[in-house]
């Protein structure tokens, strides 16, 4: 399989003009040429934070405090999920997972709710399409049996310290919630040695220096944070300490499209197009535990590729910006996954 048009290679972005192979699901060769050929190709998105569960009460809850939305037990969605059949669950979550394959999201790393079976729902909800599910269980540690790891809401809903160390037994990566509402609960994050952590709105100066000497990737969900009345993260602060990515969080919340996540964040957080994508792409393999998230020689084949003449993009003077800032899933002209057709 060949793509034309101008590539996006490597960590820095750097647009090259020619011809991209495919062959058995990795990147073959990157031939620079000129081609007669508007279109951008990009490395395929990976949301790093989701929860899809909650697909099934998409813009409920308007006016509601975080708490009330989405705190365990009795939070709206909590009820919502309980009110909901298997199979309503199910068939939500796979609209949503088709929309994000067909809007270029070749992955996604998802907190789960409801144990073992929450955890085989989205397995089921994802089974036969173009994106590979991540899936950290919660609940009950017998979910690291099927769980690709575990997903803690946040050190101040209860003590985590037993759990952790059940999941570092497992083998297994351990993700956790925190200084979402406030700073009072990151320090006992932090001390958990988490994986990663998801949020961070309300992370300090000595925060942020613990999460540099520790190594400790976060995800940010500046969309979320806005509409749940949070605040905003700091992304430049929390990009010059670690790994920063991007996620969409909570379905009910915000549609799961990366194009609005990193315009959102390349706008209201004040960053350049290139540490966004960046964000949208090779960090966020990096958090979900994947290779790629690049386009390079060797790379799996990941690939999003938009035409770059649509009424929207067509006149584009930096295809980063016009990726980062403009683009949308009606740009979107083909996604190339490994192990599916790309034609």
Excluded: W
Excluded at 132 to 139: A, L, Q
Excluded at 301 to 315: E, F, P, Q, S, Y
Aim: charged share 25%; net charge negative.
């Amino acid at each position: 399989m060949e793509l034309e048009g101008t590539i996006l290679t490597g960590p820095a972005f750097e647009a090259v003009e020619g011809r991209l192979v495919v062959e058995d699901g990795a990147i073959a060769a990157i031939e620079e040429t000129p081609v007669d050929s508007e279109d951008i190709v990009v490395p395929a998105f990976v949301n790093a934070h989701t929860h899809v569960g909650d697909s099934i009460a998409k813009e409920a809850g308007r006016g509601l405090s975080l708490d009330d939305l989405v705190a365990p037990p009795d939070g709206l969605k909590h009820q919502l999920l309980a009110a909901a059949s298997d199979e309503e669950k199910i068939e939500a979550m796979r609209r949503s997972l088709q929309y994000m394959a067909a809007g270029g999201t070749a992955a996604f790393l998802d907190f789960r709710e409801g144990g073992v079976s929450g955890v085989e729902a989205v397995y089921n909800a994802s089974e036969g399409l173009a994106i590979d599910p991540v899936i950290y269980g919660r609940d009950d540690l017998a979910v690291l049996e099927i769980a690709d790891g575990f997903g803690a809401s946040g050190a101040r809903d209860a003590d985590f310290e037993d759990v952790r160390a059940a999941v570092r037994a497992a083998g297994k990566p351990f993700g956790i919630h925190a200084g979402e509402r406030d700073p009072h609960d990151v320090q006992a994050a932090i001390d958990l040695d988490p994986d990663h952590m998801v949020h961070m709105v309300h992370a300090e100066s000595d925060h942020l220096e613990q999460v540099r000497d520790r190594e400790i990737p976060v995800v940010a969900c500046p969309r979320s944070n806005l509409v749940t009345g949070v605040g905003l993260p700091d992304l430049q602060a929390l990009d010059e300490h670690t790994t920063v990515a991007l996620g969409t969080d909570n379905v009910m919340l915000n549609s799961p499209s990366m194009f609005r996540e990193m315009t959102f964040a390349a706008k209201c957080c004040d960053l350049d197009a290139g540490t966004v994508l960046r964000m949208a792409t090779v960090a966020g393999a990096e958090v979900a535990g994947l290779d790629g998230g690049t386009i390079e020689t060797g790379e799996p084949a990941r690939l999003l590729v938009l035409d770059g003449d649509t009424d929207n993009l067509a006149g584009y003077q930096d295809p980063v910006r016009a990726v980062v800032r403009r683009a949308e899933v009606a740009d979107v002209r083909q996604v190339v996954f490994p192990g599916t057709d790309p034609a």
